[in-house]
């Protein structure tokens, strides 16, 4: 079956501490992954994505996330977090490529501590 | 530029009512996909629309409807409503269904 897991509803981190969330998914075809980001009463911004090429993949503001083909993971890194990084994280994967119909995680809580 | 729009930003409605959001897509984009977002839970895919016409549908029930304008806005209508549609509903465009989708800031739709 198809799937993503987030396996942590809610990481607290001190602000300039590294943080890794986590995301796995079960998949038997190919994938496009995605890492959006969710501020309080506002939608979904897309923060990074993996769609073929170089396994790394970096967002402007700092995070990175590593797409694992063995391990079916693409887990969120950040090596200092700010508290302006506090905020909804999900991960999400479109089963067979392309953009139709997303799913995504449950998403991950990261709460930066001053 | 706008980005994409929803209306209204809230609403409340009663169980058995019928509720109809709406989304105004990106300038330049003529995809519109819905999902519902339960409070607690990731947002799960409703269907999308291209070219006037339902391409890809979730598991959700036909009480779930929609309609693509061919100024490519849309709306998504809810029958017979059930407490457990209380959620956030997000409205995201493309330029096409192949490619990268932008969301909107949601409705929140409040069932009682």
């Known amino acids: 079956a198809q799937s993503v897991t987030q396996l942590d509803s809610q990481v607290p981190v001190f602000e300039e501490a590294p943080v890794e969330l986590r995301c796995n998914y079960s998949?038997?075809?190919?994938?496009?992954l995605f890492w959006y980001v969710q501020y309080p009463n506002q939608g979904l911004q897309l923060l990074l994505k993996?769609?073929?090429?170089?396994?790394l993949v970096e967002s402007i503001n700092g995070f990175e996330a590593e797409f694992n083909k063995s391990q079916t993971s693409f887990h969120l890194r950040k090596p200092s977090v700010h508290i302006s990084d506090t905020a909804e994280y999900f991960c999400a994967v479109s089963f067979g490529g392309g953009y139709q119909k997303v799913t995504f995680g449950t998403g991950t809580k990261l709460q930066v501590i001053p | 530029d706008a980005g994409v729009t929803q209306s209204p930003t809230h609403l409340i409605k009663t169980r058995g009512q019928q509720v109809t959001l709406r989304c105004s897509p990106k300038?330049?984009?003529?995809?519109v996909s819905w999902y519902q977002q339960a409070l607690g839970q990731g947002p799960q895919f409703i269907f999308q629309?291209?070219?006037?016409?339902?391409?890809q549908r979730g598991n959700f029930p036909d009480r779930f409807s929609g309609h693509q304008f061919p100024n490519y806005s849309s709306e998504l209508n809810v029958n017979a409503l059930l407490l457990g549609d209380s959620a956030l509903y997000l409205c995201?465009?493309?330029?096409?269904?192949?490619?990268?989708?932008?969301f909107g800031p949601g409705t929140r739709l409040t069932v009682t």
């Open positions: 300038s330049g984009h003529d995809t």
């Open positions: 998949s038997s075809v190919s994938v496009y």
């Open positions: 995201a465009s493309s330029p096409s269904p192949s490619r990268e989708q932008y």
């Open positions: 993996y769609l073929s090429g170089s396994t």
């Open positions: 629309y291209y070219e006037e016409e339902e391409r």
